[in-house]
């Protein structure tokens, strides 16, 4: 199968399974396991922060994260369709306590105005303390796209003026930085915690990692431990991490390129409404007229490509690294029977 579903289901390289096989392992715990001690580090050092933390999930650093910035009662500023609100089992309320002020951004993105205009006042009793502005980068529901950098600055302002602590979900953060040519430590000298996942299009099978202060990752340290996340002999994991972070970067690329190829034919079909602009490896569009959402799923599916319809109108497709140029050429000649 062609497999557009997601950038998760990618598979671990040769190479990467010898690293993993070759990994010194130890209770990391106990603090000993000295390949989650090298990624670790080495992904503090990379983003300029002070220290990280491997967890198993994004959806575990982004919880942890939000759980060391807020206390009970406290609210979250984001945009309406960030993963940490929809997409994390209503984490927000189950885990921290916390409500949320939702704001209706650009395809994923808000901007410094948005953010000043959603704080609440904090003499009113009325109101919930606002304590931390968390923005996703790429944004994942706005179909891969990615902020400018001087929004995120201005962002980061009204943050400071405010005394509001300020997080980054970069679960696709490096095809951000490839598309948008930035560096990791831009994004480490602007936020107080970012999420990063190696999950996705990275290419590793489990793994993600929270960069922030180090008295925020010794907190975050003990709330993993809490939420269930002390793990043992993960230095496997982490060194199947370390690979994809040596190794695999710069190929997003490529998976950009293959996105644009895709949101290029469908432009011509006639049951293909709004793409979204494509800038990285996500590709949302509205299906209509002659086909539905699900229809051109089940009908990709007959010819093994997988998609999915993520509403009655839309469906998404994400390029990755198990979807090589030929595969491409496949879905095109596919797609432009259909
Ligand atoms: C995938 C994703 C996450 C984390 O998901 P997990 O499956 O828990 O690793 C977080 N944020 C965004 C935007 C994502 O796309």
Do not use: W
Request: proline letters at 2%.
């Amino acid at each position: 199968m062609i497999d557009f579903r997601s950038d998760t289901v990618t598979k671990p390289t040769a190479p990467m399974l010898d690293a993993m096989f070759h990994a010194q392992v130890g209770d990391d715990v106990f603090g000993e396991d000295t390949s989650i001690n090298a990624l670790e580090e080495k992904v503090a050092n990379m983003f300029g922060m002070e220290a990280a933390i491997f967890c198993p999930s994004g959806t575990m650093t982004n919880q942890i994260a939000i759980k060391c910035h807020t206390q009970p009662g406290d609210e979250i500023i984001c945009d309406r369709l960030s993963h940490i609100y929809q997409y994390e089992g209503g984490g927000i309320g189950f885990n921290s306590g916390c409500s949320v002020h939702l704001i209706d951004g650009n395809y994923g993105r808000i901007n410094a105005g948005q953010v000043e205009a959603a704080i609440n006042n904090k003499n009113d009793v009325h109101k919930a303390y606002s304590k931390l502005v968390s923005l996703e980068n790429t944004a994942n529901r706005g179909g891969g796209s990615c902020y400018n950098f001087e929004d995120i600055l201005e962002i980061k302002k009204v943050c400071d003026a405010n005394d509001l602590f300020f997080h980054l979900d970069g679960a696709r953060l490096f095809n951000a930085l490839v598309a948008k040519n930035e560096t990791p430590k831009q994004y480490g000298e602007v936020f107080d915690s970012i999420s990063i996942c190696i999950s996705k299009g990275l290419g590793a099978p489990v793994g993600s990692l929270l960069l922030g202060s180090k008295n925020f990752i010794s907190k975050a340290r003990r709330i993993r431990k809490v939420f269930g996340g002390g793990m043992r002999q993960a230095g496997y994991l982490a060194a199947a991490c370390i690979y994809a972070l040596d190794n695999h970067v710069q190929r997003l690329k490529e998976d950009h390129e293959h996105a644009f190829q895709i949101a290029n034919i469908l432009k011509k079909k006639d049951f293909v409404g709004e793409i979204f602009t494509v800038e990285t490896n996500i590709i949302i569009f509205e299906v209509k007229g002659r086909m539905t959402a699900a229809e051109m799923e089940a009908r990709l599916q007959k010819n093994n490509i997988g998609v999915i319809a993520i509403s009655k109108t839309q469906v998404r497709m994400v390029t990755h690294l198990d979807v090589s140029a030929s595969m491409i050429n496949e879905t095109i000649q596919v797609l432009n029977d259909l």
